[in-house]
């Protein structure tokens, strides 16, 4: 089987990615670096982050402490309090080395930076780049990634699995871009494979988040915590049949847009007092109750009152799609409804980025820092992957001179043909399996769900007996994993006390 080796692997191109691939180039100018990504390098959710950096600029309005205080009332009192208080204090630092390397951030008239306001934060500190600070981030960062000399990118590479040796990692193996199977050791492995979005019906997240990086942990049974804080996101706009949802950004709530039920009044007062302003899972809990309440598809955004030049100004991005669409926001009601749009819990790493596995980090998205507890505080996440890729890239300069070089071989994974068809009906399925109320509904919802997504499980194997044997095929079992994963740690207490009494029985 063809071979690579290389001394970092990093699995994924979004700013956790290449912000670790930027550091570790720097620190160790002499180790090789090798960057993979499953489609194009600049696929991946990061690209389509509207919002922007929660980073605290304003020290006479605003302080640490607000900060802080906000991301643990966002969390429901499960964050971790040290790495809070770590990752945003270590804000104002990587906010300036993004800068730095050249991504350009709004200013005001004064010449400062314009800071927007967001759901649940007490104050406007928002850094961004119009809505489009995903797309700046991304296209700024990847020709001075391709520049460097000692990092290598190979995208259209499908990490099917992690190399294990007993507890330590290798490497991983997959397809690379002609679908020839392929080893690629690495004395450090970091998952940076971003969000899972796609296991939902509904979501922001584009085509490639599919959970790989949590499925890939799973089968090497990695420690993974809190996989049920599912963030839907309250404002995508409703457009079925879509495989991604278009996200109308945080910030024109915070710009003062309102949300109306279908007799055109605002409803989300009730909800918070401070209405559509509340962080996204009320805000989301409440737009969904709206929705069963008015057996509707959909709540209504009101962009009417609002300046037109000024918001053209801020949100182009948003703006043009509407307008593309067919909307008027001056006179139309925008239909949006709640998306998946962010994974709260996921691989659990230490401070250092570390996981329970020898030689394996995981950054962003797909790890569990302890940051975002039960409900991520909007635009909290870039800034964890900016501080977390900077503390990893530190922590693996200390030991990697420690760690030898293994070799690995095997020849199981082959290339094989199948009908796409057959496979897309089990994504199908399971989309439509996993709504809001799969993992938020009444406990009844919860556990047919997760009935359904174990039987198709069951049936997938049945079918296709070696789910590694295409990327298709591997992505979609993927999708099912995590589904299950989700759904198992969302199950009512007492259902789980029952299967694990029957199951005792049954081994007796
Ligand atoms: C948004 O612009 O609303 C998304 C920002 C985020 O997910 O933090």
Redesign the pocket.
């Known amino acids: 089987m063809q071979k690579l080796t290389t001394d970092i692997l990093i699995v994924g191109t979004g700013l956790a990615g290449l912000s670790l691939a930027k550091y570790s180039s720097e620190l160790n100018p002499d180790l090789q670096i090798l960057l993979l990504s499953k489609t194009s390098i600049d696929e991946c959710n990061t690209y389509y ?3 922007g950096i929660a980073v605290v600029h304003d020290f006479i309005k605003d302080s640490y402490e607000k900060h802080i205080e906000d991301t643990l009332n966002a969390g429901k009192g499960i964050c971790d309090e040290k790495v809070v208080k770590h990752v945003i204090t270590e804000a104002p630092k990587r906010l300036n080395e993004l800068i730095n390397w050249g991504i350009e951030l709004d200013k005001n008239q004064e010449g400062n930076l314009d800071l927007g306001l ?1 759901g649940g934060h007490s104050q406007n500190r928002i850094v961004h780049h119009k809505d489009k600070t995903g797309y700046e981030i991304e296209t700024k960062l990847i020709p001075i990634i391709e520049n460097l000399p000692n990092v290598a990118i190979k995208t259209s590479f499908f990490a099917t699995d992690l190399i294990m040796e007993n507890d330590t990692c290798l490497g991983v193996i997959g397809f690379d871009d002609k679908g020839e199977p392929t080893i690629i050791e690495a004395k450090i492995t970091v998952l940076a494979s971003g969000g899972l979005g796609q296991v939902f019906g509904v979501t922001s997240n584009p085509f490639v988040s599919t959970g790989d990086g949590v499925a890939m942990a799973i089968r090497a049974n990695v420690a993974l915590k809190n996989m049920k804080y599912i963030q839907f ?1 309250p404002t995508a706009l409703y457009e079925p049949n879509k495989s991604q949802a278009f ?1 109308i ?3 024109i709530r915070g710009f003062g847009a309102h949300i109306l039920n279908q007799k055109g009044e605002r409803f989300l007062l009730k909800a918070h007092k401070i209405g559509e302003l509340a962080t996204r899972d009320v805000v989301s809990k409440a737009i969904s109750e709206q929705m069963k309440i008015e057996n509707s598809k959909n709540v209504w955004l009101d962009l009417r009152h609002l300046p037109l030049e000024d918001f053209k100004n801020k949100f182009p991005k948003v703006y043009d799609y509407c307008t593309e669409e067919g909307f008027d926001i001056t006179k139309d009601l925008l239909p949006i409804t709640p998306a998946s ?2 994974q709260c819990g996921g691989i659990v790493v230490d401070e250092k980025g570390a996981t329970d596995k020898s030689h394996l980090f995981a950054l962003g998205e797909c790890s569990y820092t302890g940051l975002h507890g039960a409900n991520r505080l ?2 909290n ?1 870039l800034l964890e992957a900016m501080v977390y890729a900077h503390d990893v890239a530190n922590h693996i300069t200390k030991i990697i001179s420690k760690i030898e070089a293994k070799s690995y071989d095997t020849d199981t994974l082959k290339y094989k043909n199948i009908h796409h068809e057959e496979v897309f009906q089990f994504r199908n399925q399971l989309q439509r399996t996993m709504k809001y109320d799969a993992v938020y509904g009444t406990k009844q919802d919860i556990i047919t769900s997760y009935q359904m997504v174990c039987e198709m499980q069951k049936r997938f194997k049945m079918k296709f007996k070696n789910y590694n044997s295409h990327p298709f095929l591997c992505e979609t079992y993927n999708l099912i994993q995590t589904a299950e994963i989700i759904l198992k740690e969302s199950l009512p207490l007492n259902y789980k006390r029952v299967k694990a009494t029957k199951k005792t029985k049954a081994n007796l």
């Open positions: 982050a509207q919002g967001e996101h996200l950004t945080e910030a749009h962010y909007a635009s996440s």
